[in-house]
Structure formats: C-alpha cells, structure tokens
C-alpha cells in the first residue's frame, strides 16, 4: 500500500527510478493546467539526457457496465495497434475492409447468441470473417509504435490497466520528446481498432492461460470476487469468458471517444526536460483534442459486511491463504493507518509475520501484506500466505490471528514506529 494522497503525484513516485532529494515533493513538481482539461506535471531532473512520460487516464475497469465488462483491457490492446496514418500501408483502402470486417463481426457474435443458430451458417461467417482478415492483412504494419521509439532510443515502452485508471509509459533521449508528442497526440485524436476480433481471441487465450489454469491469480480473483456484492470492484479487469466473447468494436469505440480524452488525462514527464519547454510541447500537440466526457463516480456503494464470508476453492495446486477486511482509501485517515500496518506486518523480512510464520514456526514458505484491489474507492487489507509442508491453511490462519490479536492489544514501541515510518517514506521516493 504504497500510495500518497493523490494517485497523479503516486505516478512520479512509482516509475522516477531514484529519490527525487531533499526537497519536498510540491518543491519539485511542476503542474499545469490546459484549457481542455488536460493535467500535465514535470519533474525537472538533468543529470541524464532520459525523459521518461507516462500517460494516464483515469478510466479502468471500474467505470466499466454490464454490457463493456473488459473492455478497458481490451483498449490498452487495441491503442498498440496504430492510427490513420501509423499502423496502415493505405488507411483509405484498409478503412473499406475494416468495415466489412465489423459488419461480418458483428452478425456472427449475434448469431452465436441465439439459442438453436445453425451451425452451418456460424460456419459460413467464420469462413467469411476468416477471408476478410486475410485480407486486411496487407494493410497493417504490425508493432509500428514500438518500432519508432526502438529506433529512436526507447525504452520500456509499456502499459498496463488496472481498476481505476490506464497508463501508457516510455523512457526516451531527451531530444526525441518532439517525437513521442508527435505520437502520442496522434494515438488520442486518430485511434484505429486494428485486428479487434483477432485481439479479442488473444485476449480470450489470455483469460483461459492466465487466469483460469494459473493457481495465484484464480485464488486471487475468487477472493476479490467474493469479497464484494455489488461494486465493480468484484469484476476482474480482463472480463469474464462471455464478456470478452460479447465486446463489439462499436462499444470498444464509444467507450473510447468518450473516456480517453483530455479531462480524464494526466501526463507526467519527469527528466532532462525543462518546464516551460515541456508545456510548450504538451500544448502544441495536444492542446486542440476535444475535452471528452468527465469519468463519472461509481455511485455503487458495498453493502455493510455483517459476518464473515469463508471461500474454499478446489484446485490442483499448492494450499493458499487469503484473509482479507473492507477498509477505506485515502483521503481518509484510516487508510494511512493501514500503509503503517502493513508495514510492521508484511514488508520484508523483518516483518512481524515474516518472522512469526516463516522463520521461528515455520508454518509458511512466504507470507505478503497488500492493499486490494483498486485504491480510487473503499477496498480491501489483504494477508496472503503458503503453508510449509505438512502445516495447513488452518495452522497458518491461526497464526495470523494471534498476530493481529498482538498488534491490536500491545503498543508498537518507538523503535519499530521509527523503523516503519522512514522505510514507508523511502519506498514512496523510489
């Protein structure tokens, strides 16, 4: 539970590599604020000529419906795959079959929906789709993002999705910033959905290999899930088999055109960059984009937890344990209660229950302390842990108990208080 108070400012934090110094965080970040509702903040740090951007939006799977479960993953696929003019030998040819792709798309998905469809006629889609696909091949020139930053000295060109929000990130020589503006406007005024069923299947492969036949995130997910009646936060980000199987370009579209816009966008450039150039920059690519639609709050609220819920899922895998309690996110005060908790208890080897269950009991192989699973709304404390052959998860349960009973009945002395404020305080620099 690394966080600050704002997750803009956790984003210089996670990926500026070493402590920014002595000076205060407000001391070292620049924030400017665009007339389209664009957020950008700069770091100035010139001992190496590296500028490292990370892009992000506030949209994750949290803001998803029913009807678009997964599709914020399904986007952070998608936007690799280029625009009108980067990705394509010919966008106004490719753009025709494109077309006919999603009309055959979309009438073989609904087919698939009713009940008793034929399956000659799935057949004769699938073939169609399969042609049309063939076809457009000619026209997609695959990896062309990563390919220009390789060549121009990137590095780390990655993203990720997570509950509440999407970053786009790259490190780059500080003379090529001109260069990734250049893309990255492009990619948020022009996306194309390249290869939408293609990806859809990767990403369906994705959900069986990773998730459904992988023991830790199964067991990871069945907690979540569990864990919460009715906020989004039960749902897992990639989707379930059926929503990924249901998620149509023109819903991948909408949600694009109306979240991943300017308002609900922070840039965060931290490097051999100075300021006011990096305003310059930002305002000259991006500042003409269209504002888009604010991200709204989910109002769902998790009903009161009124007894405790027991999960037991069988799988042929190594015994797991999760134990994991509702708490609130920041800005209450609770939750930072809860970063010093999970500090004594599960950071490192010096940890209380490291050294409890691990070395003196040896009751476990490993045992982890986290904040779970987004941080946008109240969430979970979550205590994982391997039992050590022959002890059970009933043995390592018990454990934990005692040590939680301790922490709750005994002071922690000033000394390990110390010990845990500056190791959280120095984590959060890195």
């Known amino acids: 539970m690394k966080r600050l108070c704002c997750w803009l400012v956790l984003l210089l934090f996670c990926f500026a590599g070493t402590a920014l110094g002595s000076s205060t965080l407000e001391e070292k970040v620049i924030e400017h604020s665009f007339a389209n509702g664009l957020k950008l903040l700069v770091v100035e ?12 939006i506030g949209v994750g ?16 696929h998608m936007l690799f795959k280029g625009t009108k003019t980067l ?21 073989l998905d609904a087919l698939r929906l009713q009940t008793g469809a034929e399956p000659s006629q799935i057949a004769l ?95 990871y997910e069945s907690m979540v899930n569990n864990a919460f009646n009715v ?4 749902n897992p980000i990639i989707g379930w088999h059926s929503d990924i199987a249901n998620l149509s370009p023109q819903k991948a579209r909408e949600f694009l055109h109306k979240y991943y816009a300017p308002v609900n966008t922070v840039i965060a450039l931290v490097g051999d960059i100075k300021a006011a150039d990096a305003i310059a920059l930002v305002d000259r690519y991006f500042g003409d984009i269209a504002p888009g639609t604010p991200v709204p709050i989910v109002a769902t609220a998790e009903p009161e937890q009124n007894g405790e819920k027991r999960v037991v899922d069988i799988f042929d895998a190594e015994p797991r344990l999760a134990i994991a309690y509702h708490k609130p996110t920041m ?57 050590r052959h022959p002890h059970t998860t009933e043995e390592l349960e018990t454990a934990i108990y005692a040590e939680l009973d301790k922490l709750k009945k005994e002071l922690v002395d ?17």
Do not use: C
């Open 87 to 107: 990705g394509t030998t010919d966008y106004v040819k490719e753009k025709t079959i494109l077309e006919e792709i999603e009309r055959v798309g979309s009438k």
């Open 414 to 430: 000033n000394t390990e208080l110390t010990k845990v404020r500056n190791r959280l305080v120095t984590d959060q620099l890195r």
């Open 125 to 219: 889609l699938e073939k169609e789709l399969a042609d049309l696909q063939a076809e457009h091949k000619q026209y997609v020139v695959k990896d062309v993002f990563s390919n220009i930053y390789s060549e121009n000295g990137g590095s780390g060109y990655n993203a990720f999705t997570s509950k509440d929000l999407t970053t786009y990130l790259i490190s780059l020589p500080s003379n090529k910033m001109e260069l990734w503006a250049l893309i990255e406007s492009d990619r948020m005024k022009n996306p194309i959905l390249r290869e939408f069923y293609t990806e859809r299947d990767v990403i369906r492969e994705e959900r069986r290999r990773s998730y459904d036949t992988n023991p830790r995130r199964r067991h």
């Open 331 to 387: 800005p209450q005060k609770e939750d930072y209660v809860f970063d010093l908790i999970d500090q004594i208890l599960g950071s490192g080897r010096t940890s209380r229950l490291y050294r409890s269950l691990v070395e003196e009991q040896q009751l476990a192989t490993s045992v982890s302390v986290y904040g779970a699973p987004g941080s946008r709304y109240p969430n979970l404390f979550v205590i994982d842990a391997i039992p």
């Open 45 to 56: 740090r010139h001992d190496t000529p590296i500028v490292s951007a990370y892009i992000t």
């Open 231 to 234: 906020h989004p936060y039960r």
């Open 61 to 76: 799977s949290v803001h998803e419906t029913s009807e678009t479960r997964g599709v914020a993953h399904l986007l952070e």
